[in-house]
């Protein structure tokens, strides 16, 4: 079944159940079990200090959507637009410029990471850990709402930014990324952590 259907055959359950206190804290009491789930345990690795240094600043990066380029000597980054590099044709219609016109120092270096942002189910599975952590049940619903209905990337967006928990979304957005940098990092040295 697909995940639209699995909504809709919840949803119809929680309509069947809605005035009945007693069935609604067992499912309520399932699903908050199911929070700790062992999968999104801390992972049993740490990255090497040096590379804490650049996170942030890579978490930005792709936040803003570069795709990011961390040498793995130097540290150095090296960061471009998506659009750039995914059809550097088309950046050039738009800009002008093309990929031999810019300095990419990526390219002369010997061995390099390479982190681009989020795919889209990876960043509304962030949205809906953001939604899921709120103890505020009224913001939450909000939020949980406007995720299962049309347009949810422009409609979680516009309810955080007409709300208080503006600053909450964007650190909390902000620890999320940093963690996917840091598993992407490991990842690719992996043999450096063993």
């Known amino acids: 079944m697909k995940a639209a259907e699995l909504l809709k055959e919840i949803l119809l359950i929680l309509h ?52 990011c380029f961390m040498n793995t000597d130097t540290l150095e980054i090296d960061e471009f637009p998506r659009e750039l590099l995914s ?28 982190i681009e942002p989020p795919e889209t189910n990876e960043s509304f599975r962030i949205m809906e850990k953001y939604a899921e952590q709120l103890d505020n049940s009224e913001f939450r619903t909000k939020l949980v709402n ?19 928990f503006r600053q909450d979304w964007f650190d909390f957005k902000n620890a999320q990324l940093q963690e996917y940098v840091k598993s992407i990092i490991a990842l690719e040295i992996q043999d450096e952590l063993t």
């Open 87 to 114: 059809d550097s044709y088309l950046y050039k219609m738009n800009t002008g410029v093309s990929l031999d016109e810019l300095n990419l120092k990526y390219t002369q270096w010997e061995k390099y990471i390479s």
């Open 146 to 164: 406007a995720l299962y209905n049309r347009k949810p990337f422009a409609n979680f967006k516009r309810i955080v930014d007409n709300s208080t």
């Open 16 to 67: 069947d159940v809605k005035e009945d206190e007693k069935k609604l804290q067992k499912i309520l009491d399932y699903l908050q079990e199911d929070e700790n789930d062992p999968e999104e345990e801390e992972p049993g690795w740490q990255l090497p200090e040096k590379y804490n240094a650049v996170v942030k600043d890579i978490a930005g990066s792709i936040d803003a959507g570069f795709v």
